[in-house]
């Protein structure tokens, strides 16, 4: 039986690694392809600083196969801005040298968060123009940083509940619930260039989310407060249907501004069962998933709008999912080894 991968005919290959198998194509057989230059509009992954340091495969992966970088957690509050007149850039800038050595964009990822504070945030006790004044600080020194250097924004992450409500936080119980908006203010007046994205997820099953986004994204437009994209996260199960995927498409596409699924993963351990292996059922579900969503993408959402795809890292030994969930999973593109699997070729074939 012969194998065909983008021209190139390869005998499929079984690798016994950690105990699973691994349904993925052999790497030597697609050397020569990157999976960005088959692909309509940027294709990133969100990376890990210290596996970009240590691991030459990671590092080098991720060059070869994205032409888009989002920092998973260096350029958070806590990790940028550990104490209140300390600022640490080592991490973030080892990302930007990076970018900027392979040609990689380079997408900022959080200014403001409910989450991934530190203590000195969370501990504030100044009155409301002390709080004010921090926010600004914090926005506008690490914009003003990173200006020219990183493209883009997540402004704001995660400011709604599922059920379409303002989430507590810091900010808006310090600030008010219209913090967000300067927020986006200040962004945009240290780097007048950045596209600024409202950041979340849930809006493949929320639609109380969806119309809570759309009435936020109207209301600054109308006030000409600086929005320039949304990002739909989509950590996604394997089991969500079409007309979902296709209804935050729409909603996506429908707002006019640019779109970024930007936190890409399709999860299969949805019954949370401990001892979990991956299995070629499982690869073949995930890969119909992974070019349904990419379809729905290219499909839906103009081409002016298309600011591409981010899958929230590379391999399934990086993946935040299995340590959210307490069991093993799989549900990245690539597996351990950093072999392509299935889901590979089916975003590119997603993005024909
Ligand atoms: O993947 C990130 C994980 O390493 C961090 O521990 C976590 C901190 O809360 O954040 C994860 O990334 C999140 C992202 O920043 C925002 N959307 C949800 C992501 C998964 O939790």
């Known amino acids: 039986m012969m194998f065909f991968f983008i021209g190139t005919a390869v005998a499929p290959m079984m690798t016994a690694s950690a105990g699973t198998i691994s349904f993925a194509t052999p790497q030597s057989s697609v050397a020569d392809t990157n999976l960005y230059q088959f692909m309509p509009f940027p294709m990133g992954a969100a990376v890990g600083i210290a596996r970009m340091k240590n691991n030459a495969k990671y590092s080098e992966v991720v060059s070869k196969e994205f032409n888009s970088i989002t920092a998973e957690n260096a350029m958070k509050f806590r990790s940028l801005h550990p104490a209140e007149n300390t600022f640490n850039w080592a991490d973030a800038d080892y990302l930007v040298e990076f970018a900027q050595k392979n040609g990689k964009r380079l997408h900022g990822h959080t200014l403001n968060w409910y989450q991934y504070l530190p203590a000195w945030v969370t501990n504030f006790s100044g009155d409301s123009i002390a709080w004010e004044n921090m926010l600004k600080t914090h926005i ?30 810091v900010w808006v119980k310090n600030l008010g619930p219209d913090y967000i908006a300067r927020c986006f203010q200040y962004a945009h007046e240290a ?83 401990q001892g979990f292996v991956f299995n070629e059922t499982l690869a073949a579900q995930q890969a119909d998933r992974y070019k349904f969503v990419v379809q729905a993408y290219n499909a839906a959402v103009p081409k002016a709008q298309q600011f591409g795809i981010t899958t929230w890292n590379v391999g399934d030994a990086d993946s935040w999912v299995p340590s959210w969930q307490g069991v093993p999973d799989y549900p990245l593109p690539f597996d351990a080894n950093y072999l392509r699997k299935p889901a590979y070729k089916a975003i590119i074939e997603g993005g024909k």
């Open 191 to 273: 780097d007048p260039d950045a596209i600024l994205f409202y950041n979340d997820y849930g809006h493949e099953y929320s639609s109380a989310k969806r119309t809570a986004i759309g009435k936020l994204i109207n209301a600054f437009k109308a006030r000409n407060i600086p929005i320039h994209g949304i990002g739909m996260q989509f950590h996604m199960t394997y089991t969500q249907s079409d007309a979902n995927i296709n209804a935050a498409m729409a909603f996506a596409a429908g707002t006019g501004l640019k779109v970024h699924l930007s936190e890409l993963d399709i999860r299969l351990n949805t019954n949370k069962v």
């Open 140 to 169: 506008q020194t690490v914009v003003a940083h990173f200006k020219g250097k990183v493209a883009s924004w997540d402004v704001v992450n995660e400011y709604f509940n599922d059920d379409g409500t303002i989430r507590p936080s």
